[in-house]
Every structure is written in C-alpha cells, then in structure tokens.
C-alpha cells in the first residue's frame, strides 16, 4: 500500500550536532543530542572563559525575519523538542553572574516524515454481528526517527459502507469505535471499512482503507446448530463416549467463550451447552472418585460409598444418558453390596446381651457384674470396640448405650474418688488426717450404690482408719484422764511424790494440748475435760503449799531461829494449806511431815501461873481435835467449834497463852462460817419448786462446792449430797444421751436402716433442743445429712408419683442419680419396680431387629424389589404395631418411608402420562419432563411398575 506523506518543511536527517564558538566574548556554547521532535538537548560550557559562573540558560527561536524569539519554559541547561519546534531554527542562550552572554551556533530541527499503517480491527474473525462494536487502531511513525507520545497525536475517522459495488461514508460515524445497528443486515449493511487521519502538530498523514469486514449471523447461527447436535432429544445427550463428548463440549465451549458479547447474546440455545459442560464436569469427578476407591481409609469406606450413591441418585435422565451402558452404575452397585445381614444382626443381639450382661439385680438394687473398677473397664472397652467393626447403618441399632455410659461416667467418678485419697497419709497429725477424710467422705456419700462397688475395700479401710485417727487419740486420751479422775471424789487417784510430781504436771499440760487440737465434734468426747482443767489448776496450787511447806521444815532445821517467826510461819502455811481442796490437798505430798513438825511454843508467866491453867490446856487438846474434821458430823463440829470459842472466852488472859494452838479454833469458826454461807445456796436450790429453774440453781451450788476448802467440803457434804439426791425430775427434759445414741444407729454399712418418718422424728427432737443441747448431740452431722437426703428422696418420689406410668425412663434417670444411701431410703417395693421397668427396657427387641432386616430387604444392590408396593404396605403394618421403645431401634425407619415417598412419586408421575401421537404434546412434554427428573433407582421402580408407559 503506498503512504500519502505530508511536510512543512524539507526534511532534514538527524545529526550530533557539532559545537560552534559564538558570544560577546568570543567564547563557545555548545549544543550535544539528537535535533528531532522528542529528542533532548543539553548546552555545554566547557568553552566559557574561566572562572565564569553561569546563572541561567534561555533557549530561542530564530524567526523568519531573522529575530529571536524566547521559548517560553525552556530555561534550563536541558530541552526536549517539542512537536512545534519541527522545522525551526533554535539556539541557546548562557548567562554568567557578571551578566555576560554566551550563544551556541544556531540548529535546525529536523522536520516529521510521518506514516500511518492500515487501520485493523479487534477481532478475531472476519465476521461481525448486529450490536457488535468495532474499534480502529492505526500506528503513526516518523520515519526520521522521532519517538511520538500517543498524546501528541490526533486522530480522525471516516466510517463507510458497501452500496451495490461501491463504498459510501456513514454519515455520524467518525470515532474510533463503531457499534453495527442491531438492524444493519435490514439495511443492506453488510460489508463495512474505515479510514483514519493522524495529525502531529502541523504534519497531518492519511491512511489506505482498512480491510473490509463482513456483518453477518454466521457466528451464532453456526453455533446454534453445533450446540443442537448435543442433544438426541430433551432426555438424553447425543453420547457414543463420555470422553469425545467431553472433548466435544469442551471444544464448542472454547469457541463459544471467544465470541462477543453481543454474538454470545445470539447464541439462544446456550444454556444446552452450558449445561452439557457442567454435566460433563460432574461425571467425570463422580468417575473418579469411583477409580480412588481403592484409596479411601477402612474408617471413612462408609461414609465415602454414601456419598457416591448419594451423589448418583441425584442425577437425572439427561445427565444418566452420559453414563454410556451404565457403566458408572454398574460399579457403584457392585461397591454398594449390603453386608451380610444376618450376621450384623446377630452381632447387634450379642452386643445387647452383652451391654446388659453388665448388671445385675440383688435385694431391689443393681450393680454391675464386673466386681472391680477395671475389669468393668476392660468389658466397656471390648463392647466398644466390636460396636465399632459393626457397618454404620447397624451400630445405631445397639441398644442400652445408657448402660454403657452409665458405666463410662462411674469409672470416671470412681477414680476421682480414687484420686482424692492422694491427700490422705498416716503421717498427718489425727486433727488433719480427720480433716482430710471428712472430704473424702463427703465425696464417698455421694456415690451411687453402683459405684460403691466399684471401690476397692482397702480404699474404704484406708477411710475408716482416717477417720478413726481422733477417735483412737480421744481413746488413749479419755484413758488418760480416768487415770486422774478415778477413786474417790475428795481426792486424785495419784500419789505424787518429789520425784513424780513434775511427770504428773508434764502429762496433764500435753493431755490439755492434744484436746486444744481436737475438731469441735471430736473434742465433745472427751470425758472429764473441765475435771482435767481442774487438776492443772490444783496442780499449780498445791505447788506453792508444797513449797512454802518444804521451806518451812528448812526453817524449823536452821539454828538460831526465833521460835514466834517459826510459830507464825506455821500459822500462815497452815491457813494456806487449809484453804485447798480436798482434791488440792491430796496432791500436797509433803502434808504429813508439816502437820507433824508443828512448832514449840513457850509460854512466859514472869513466873506467875494462872489459877486457871488447867482450864486452858484442856481447851487446847479440844482444839487439838478439830484440826481433823473427819471425825465430826457438822452439827458435831458446830457444837465443838461453839463450846471452844466460849470456854476461851472464859479463860483469864495469862491462861490464854497456854492456847497456843488459837489459830486452829479461829480457822475453824471461818470453816464454820462458811460452811453455813454454803448451806443457804443448798436450801435456796432445795426450796425451788420448777425443775428447770433448780437445774440451773444446781449447778450454781455444784460450782461453790467445787471452789470449797477441804474441811468445808467435808462439812458441807451430807446436806450437798441430799440436794444432788433429791432434786427434782424434770420428765420433759430432753434425753441427750438417748438421742445421740439413736442418731448414731440410722446408718450402719453406709446405707440408713430406718424409714424416712423415724429420721424426721430425729430431726423433730434435735430442733426442739436448746443452743446448748444441741452441742452436746456429737452425731449432729448424721443427722443433717440424712436429713438433707430425705428431701432429695420426697423430690424423687413425688416425680416417681407423677411420671413413673406415663415417662418411666425419667423416673429411671433420676433414680440413678441418687446416692446409695438415699436409695436405701426408697421403700423396697419401689425399687424393686423401677429396677423391673428398667429391666423392661433393656429387652433385646428381636420383633424390632427382625423388622430391620425385612426394611433392608427392600432394595437389593441398590435397587428396589419387584413386589416393593405389597411388601411395603406389610411392613408398615408391623411397624405400626410395635411399641414406642421398639420403635426406637428401628434406626432405618427412613428406609420404609422413603420406599414408601418413592412409590408416591413414581404414582403422580404416571399420572401425568400421555401416550405419543395423541395431539396432546404439551402435557406428554410435561410427563417427560417429570419422568426425566427421576433418579435411577427411581427410573427402574417406574418400569417395574408401568412398563407400558416406556
């Protein structure tokens, strides 16, 4: 094709431009780069003078008048050619500092040789269709070299079409793109070419006319037709092998997709193809996965030959046509064969017996037959485990999963049990190993009866000895104290001596210190505490006595002393002495030899003796006596005490210094004295006449007893003894001991031996008790547990009451959540029938298997048996005549129903049919479409059923 080409000036090659010295000063300005449109210049000024410093460049125009015109921007060192500057004459222009002028030699640019190529189209084909649109391309190039940017160059289009045997413009159409109108063809449009224009500033080229390009339907009607030749008829695809025909699809869809959108839209019959396609790609995969059979683990067989019949059956007729000779159905039945029926079920019914084999039923309770935590282990996980090698749809059908879970959830809770004890050890002291096991039992009561058996004893005895760890230290520390107590109520059953005494203290402290470490409830049993107390208090007051008595006889063996300081030494020890208890007195060893050693007294008369002297030593021997109260009876004593106090009063003074023994009768009178303070207590608790009230007075009087010298004790003690023997009967008082001792015995092997009523009786009393009381009842924490598991046992019964006809299961549930003693607390008759409906329950249901494997006999190798309608109907009959637990078991249920929907279905699309050439196309084109939706299986139950509809 030859090219138009367009110039302003001559064209001129492009050159290195060789520097020339110009200027004021004669220096040289030089110009280095390519003079074309595009191209880069740069001044040099190596030339320049030295020392001159350049401030600024201005580039110029040479005019054709010979005048310079400034380039307007071009004031740096650098310039690129502009598209205007083609043609031009330019120069540059250096500025020093000092304002001189240094000019380069004057350039000429080169002018644009410009070409246009023929205009082509973005198309793959030589056809266009209506509403498609065309768009122009034309490259412009400048033969001289020039770079051109897009945006320096303008294009213009005339668009022209073939009229008869000529070309005409298309009057508007002068853009780059075109759209075909959607009637062309109507308007004789069918041959179309364009021309294009470029203009680069003043340069302009034209090019040839492009190739012409045919509208036409050529593309979509062609493709249409090949899309038709897919299909055979609406059911079934035009298939001699699914490998060319997915070659095939595959190829068609390649073309398709390169099509233009608006040729796309042509093609009508599109969806065919696509759906071919897509249908292509879901064989093809269900083949596969098919052939990778072989590849699939044991444990997901199952589920994998599930998902490929699944997958089959949801194909249609149309999509079954590409399964040429069923090929693909003929593998997928021979993987799906049902496994042996009648051993799964077999096995199923040994798995029952097995499952239920694990318990037995004694005395209206249940336990299991496994007689240790780990052999009950070892038969769950056997069960389990031949469970698992049953075929998916059988393992649901094993029954009594409850028992086994039962079983699983007490093991656990027997070994938590088991784990608690880690906390225990002999080497705790009683008070922590009490505390520990107060814990563990907690945790033990709290064990149904099935899981008590599974604790092995040494555990239990583990428990016990825990829990006796106080009870063996309040033994040996009751026997301790008895050692102190017992004997006679005036004095210890011990004889300290110097070398004893301290052992004795020493025993009685620790006796006080392993008490302080007893539990409350411990400490209640101890025997004789408060006496215990006592004697550590008696032991620290007869100590002193013992040593000011020890002191006394060092003083009385020591030379030179003063007979009044060893008389009134003697006086005040003996007061002392006297003023103990009896029980005080009786740990005073060293009594004897200072009541022995008593003190010479020397009577000075200036040698004068009283007439009455005799008098005076006779009341001394008479006061002598009363030193040992013993020998009188109170009234005696009063009588002597009253007779000596008189007679001494009657003595002159010189004679009264013969009394030496005075004090004796003066701590005597205080004896007295006191003894009398002591009776009026006595009479005020004997005059009280509310039993209660004298109780109280009682004890009032015991306390003042107990605080009494020894001598006033022995005073006191005949009228002390007709009060505590005399006192009123209070018959509404409570009877602690009694009580204590019946709430110790409701329990016995950890199970309550006594009806609901008795324990609410217990409780009833122990209510009524005072604060007070209620701390002596040391089996208190029996009787708030028992008492806290006959709520929970009236909770169970009134739910038993309501619901154990109408939902037994519940009821059954919510027994075995009760522990094993409140079961106890279940009447027999009670037990013994949850435990028979329970029993009840775990029945093997043969009736139930038996119909499973009739259900399964309704499809054979995936497909349905020819009787399937009779058949069906029987075993909905025996189905409707099972009980709600039997039905239960029939885990493939879904398989009748399903049989049953399948022949509904089948019906309601016979109905619908319509023999051919009858007229009635539109509704036989609406059975066909019905029929065609149809499954394989369901397809082959059609044709059983109706094989003159096909």
Do not use: C
């Not at 001559?10 to 074309?36: D, F, S």
């Not at 680069?200 to 050529?218: K, L, M, P, R, Y």
């Not at 969806?271 to 997901?300: G, H, N, P, T, Y």
């Not at 240790?372 to 059988?394: F, G, P, R």
């Amino acid at each position: 094709m030859n090219k138009k080409l367009f110039f302003t000036v001559a064209a001129i090659p492009a050159a290195l431009i060789v520097p020339t010295v110009a200027g004021a000063e004669e220096a040289t300005v030089t110009v280095l780069g390519q003079n074309m449109v595009n191209g880069v210049l740069k001044a040099s000024i190596e030339n320049l003078p030295a020392n001159s410093i350049v401030k600024g460049y201005q580039w110029y125009y040479i005019e054709s008048d010979n005048t310079n015109k400034p380039i307007s921007g071009a004031t740096a060192a650098s310039f690129t050619v502009p598209v205007e500057a083609a043609g031009k004459t330019i120069f540059v222009e250096a500025i020093t500092t000092n304002d001189s002028k240094y000019k380069s030699a004057p350039l000429t640019i080169n002018t644009l040789q410009l070409a246009i190529a023929k205009p082509s189209f973005a198309v793959s084909s030589k056809y266009v269709v209506p509403g498609e649109a065309l768009k122009a391309t034309a490259e412009v190039t400048d033969a001289a070299g020039a770079k051109l940017q897009s945006s320096q160059i303008t294009y213009s289009y005339q668009w022209f079409y073939k009229v008869g045997e000529s070309f005409t413009i298309i009057d508007g159409a002068t853009s780059g793109t075109y759209t075909i109108p959607k009637d062309a063809l109507d308007k004789g449009m069918q041959e179309i070419m364009v021309k294009v224009k470029a203009k680069v500033g003043s340069a302009i080229v034209e090019s040839d006319f492009s190739d012409v390009i045919t509208v036409s339907n050529e593309p979509t009607n062609s493709m249409i037709n090949e899309i038709k030749t897919l299909l055979k008829n609406d059911h079934q695809y035009n298939v001699s092998s699914l490998e060319a025909f997915k070659g095939e699809v595959t190829a068609m869809d390649a073309k398709y997709q390169a099509l233009t959108a608006p040729a796309k839209a042509n093609v009508t019959n599109y969806d065919i193809l696509k759906r071919a396609v897509a249908d292509v790609e879901l064989i093809s995969k269900l083949a596969e996965k098919v052939d990778k059979i072989k590849e699939v683990s044991e444990k997901d067989l199952q589920k994998y030959l599930k998902d490929i019949e699944g997958s089959y059956d949801k194909l249609d007729l149309l999509q079954r046509s590409l399964d040429v000779n069923d090929s693909l159905y003929t593998s997928i039945k021979n993987l799906l064969k049902d496994p042996s029926d009648i051993e799964q079920i077999n096995e199923v019914r040994r798995l029952n017996q097995a499952i239920v084999g694990l318990l037995k039923y004694e005395n209206a309770l249940v336990k299991y037959v496994p007689a240790s935590k780990e052999a009950l282990q070892t038969a769950v996980e056997s069960i389990e485990k031949d469970k698992a090698k049953l075929a998916q749809n059988y393992r649901s059908t094993v029954q009594n999963q409850a028992i086994l879970n039962d079983a699983k959830a007490d093991i656990k809770k027997v070994e938590q049990f088991i784990k608690s004890f880690e906390k225990l050890s002999p080497n705790n002291t009683p008070n922590k190993q009490v505390t520990v096991a107060k814990s563990i039992r907690s945790a033990y009561e709290k064990l149904t009866f099935k899981q008590l058996q599974l604790v092995p004893s040494n555990y239990v005895t583990a428990l016990l000895q825990a829990e006796d760890a106080e009870d063996n230290q309040i033994q040996k520390l009751n026997i301790d104290i008895a050692g102190y107590l017992g004997g006679a109520i005036d004095s210890y059953p011990i004889d300290p001596s110097v070398y004893s005494w301290q052992s004795h203290v020493n025993n009685v402290n620790r006796i006080i210190n392993e008490y302080k470490s007893l539990t409350k409830n411990s400490a209640a049993k101890i025997i004789g505490y408060e006496d215990i107390l006592t004697l550590q208090k008696d032991f620290k007051a007869a100590e002193k006595v013992i040593k000011d008595m020890d002191a006394y006889k060092k003083l009385s063996q020591t030379t030179g002393v003063a007979e009044s300081k060893l008389n009134s030494n003697y006086t005040s020890i003996l007061k002392a002495y006297n003023k103990l208890t009896s029980l005080q007195q009786s740990l005073v060893y060293n009594a004897d030899d200072f009541l022995l050693n008593t003190p010479k007294v020397t009577v000075d008369t200036n040698g004068k003796e009283p007439t009455d002297k005799a008098a005076a030593e006779a009341l001394k021997g008479d006061i002598a006596k009363l030193a040992d109260v013993s020998k009188y009876s109170f009234t005696q004593f009063e009588t002597a005490v009253n007779a000596a106090t008189a007679t001494y009063k009657n003595l002159s003074s010189p004679a009264r210094k013969f009394v030496t023994n005075y004090y004796l009768l003066t701590a005597a009178s205080k004896d007295l004295s006191g003894v009398k303070s002591f009776h009026k207590k006595v009479q005020t608790a004997r005059e009280e006449t509310d039993a209660t009230k004298q109780a109280k007075k009682i004890q009032t009087v015991e306390t003042a007893y107990a605080k009494l010298p020894a001598n006033q004790q022995h005073l006191a003690k005949q009228q002390y003894d007709d009060l505590l023997n005399n006192r009123l009967v209070d018959g509404s008082a409570p009877d602690i001991s009694k009580l204590n001792s019946e709430i110790a015995t409701i329990v016995t092997n950890d199970m309550y031996i006594v009806s609901i009523d008795k324990i609410n009786q217990l409780s009833a009393q122990y209510n009524k008790l005072s604060s007070s009381d209620k701390k002596r009842i040391t089996n208190a924490s029996i009787l708030t547990t028992a008492v806290s598991d006959v709520k929970k046992v009236d909770s169970f019964m009134k739910q038993y009451e309501k619901s154990f006809n109408s939902n037994p299961t519940t009821v059954i549930k919510a027994y075995a959540k009760l522990t094993a003693k409140q079961m106890s607390l279940v009447s027999p008759a009670i037990r013994q029938a949850i435990l028979d409906k329970e029993k009840g329950q775990q029945q093997s249901n043969d009736t139930a298997l038996n119909l499973i494997e009739t259900i399964n006999g309704l499809l054979e190798n995936g497909e349905y048996i020819a009787n399937l309608e009779t058949k069906v109907k029987e075993i909905r009959t025996q189905y409707d005549a099972l009980s709600a637990s039997e039905k239960k078991v029939v885990k493939n249920y879904s398989k009748l129903t399903q049989a049953e929907n399948d022949l509904k279905k089948v019906a309601e699309i016979h109905a619908l049919y319509v023999p051919a050439g009858e007229g009635k196309e539109e509704a036989r084109k609406a059975w066909q479409t019905a029929y065609g939706k149809l499954s394989k299986k369901l397809e082959i139950l059609y044709k059983n059923l109706y094989s003159n509809d096909v």
